[in-house]
């Protein structure tokens, strides 16, 4: 795991350094595909395995979640103890909304995101399905259960405190990113790319 780590920082410095439009775009698949690999071990880690040690594991969860912007009391509460929990019911946090729950939003987002071979049968936007999922999930963790259900098609439960929880985790991942931009060298124009070039990467990734 520590290669991935090394592999993603020695991509982001290099960014600083090669200027030629194939590097930058090599650096994004290599960059993209570590970051990727740090979001599975966080999966795995946040299902109890790996490491036994439950400090450790919520030490090196928040660590990789953050490299791909995942609050991991958010991915705990929809992935672990909803989806798995309740895996193709109502009550699933994955499901596709049912008519009766439809909104603008909900319209809109599986129009954009999801396959549909009557309107958008080679929909290239489920590849980056990843991004808009954890902000979209992310931002309802914030919301009262009546608007969240606007934008989400099974609210999940969160307990309480949870909140201030995720809020939390947003400044661990903050603080991981400025960490990213400090092997930058403080170069916006080099970091915003990057972060968003692995960022789209790594969903494409873990779609295909």
């Known amino acids: 795991m520590l290669i991935h780590v090394g592999i993603a920082c020695l991509s982001f410095y290099l960014s600083n350094q090669?200027?030629?439009?194939w590097q930058i775009i090599l650096l994004f698949v290599v960059a993209g595909h570590s970051l990727t690999c740090?979001?599975?071990v966080a999966h795995e880690l946040s299902h109890g395995m790996i490491v036994k040690s439950k400090k450790w594991t919520a030490i090196l969860e928040r660590l990789f979640w953050s490299t791909v912007f995942v609050?991991?009391?958010?991915w705990r509460r929809t992935h672990n103890s909803t989806h798995h929990m309740h895996y193709s019911t109502i009550l699933d946090s994955d499901r596709m909304f049912v008519e009766e729950e439809a909104t603008k939003f909900k319209k809109w987002y599986a129009l954009l995101f999801y396959p549909n071979a009557e309107i958008f049968p080679?929909?290239?936007?489920?590849f980056l399905y990843q991004v808009p999922y954890f902000t979209r999930n992310t931002i309802a963790a914030f919301l009262p259960g009546k608007i969240a259900?606007?934008?989400v098609p099974s609210v999940p439960r969160y307990r309480?405190?949870?909140?201030w929880r995720v809020f939390r985790d947003i400044l661990i991942i903050l603080v991981v990113q400025f960490a990213f931009l400090a092997i930058c060298q403080f170069n916006w124009t080099v970091y915003l790319p990057m972060m968003?070039?692995?960022q789209l990467t790594s969903s494409v990734i873990v779609m295909a």
């Open 18 to 21: 090669w200027n030629a439009w």
């Open 38 to 40: 740090m979001g599975f």
């Open 71 to 74: 609050s991991p009391t958010m």
């Open 122 to 126: 080679w929909n290239p936007l489920v």
């Open 149 to 151: 259900k606007k934008f």
């Open 160 to 163: 309480s405190g949870d909140a």
């Open 196 to 198: 968003i070039g692995t």
